[in-house]
């Protein structure tokens, strides 16, 4: 359905995104992991327009869409949520929502009624309180359902879950599950591992703008380059030696 080939991103002398060729299934969870500042953010921002890469194409449904924008992506059925949730304070819940499903239903009704079969789905309430009283949990609730509303077909999650404590993010993760079964492909960065390891069917590991592992979750956390790049040089050796020595 998604095809990262071969690319880059420069910003001004740093090299942001090196390289990257990544693949993502139709109807998967994928996910992209990686230490900070590795360049997961800079992908997300190319796939969805926000920025051209400096080199290199990104494919959809075949299709070459590098650097085509937002809105055009959107329509195409291109959705992402962003690490920082910044809801329009001013409108309630369910209008935020209904921002997204106006791209489809310019009626007002119409919208009102999808962002609230969309409300519904990832489990937000207060739907007529001003979105400002929501908690941090509400909030990456009501960013999924803004994202979910303009009806995607490929929806890339940035940090859905920074910031939640185990047991919201325990909540959250069928609600993910109930997403892709309604048909949508995920494509998520995370930095939850327990998170990674029951949603994701594949996961891309990309440090300093590189990948360096890509496969099944329990591939990859047994992966030396990724216990080296998340824990520092050595660790993966003095990791082995202390399951060795028991
Ligand atoms: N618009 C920009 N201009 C200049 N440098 C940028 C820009 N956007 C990102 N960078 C740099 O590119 C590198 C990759 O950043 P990016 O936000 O993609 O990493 P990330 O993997 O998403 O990190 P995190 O997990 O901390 O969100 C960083 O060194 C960052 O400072």
Redesign the pocket.
Known sequence: MLSVEAVS?R??G?L??SDVTMRVAPGSISGLI????????????MISGF?RPTSGRILFDGRDITGTAPEVLAAAGIARTF?IVQPFAGLSVIENVAVGAYLRHPGRREALARAEAVADLVGLGSLGQPASSLTVAGRKRLELARALATEPRLLLL??VLAGLNPSEIRDIIPVVQAIRASGVTILM?E?VMQAVMSLCEHVHV?AN?QTIASGAPSAIVGDPKVVEAYLGHGAAERLAGRAAHG
């Not at 990686?34 to 921002?45: D, M, Q, V």
């Open positions: 991103k910003f001004g740093l942001a995104v990686g230490p900070n500042g590795a360049g997961k953010t800079t992908l997300f921002t920025e690490q940035d940090e960065i930095h990309i703008g």
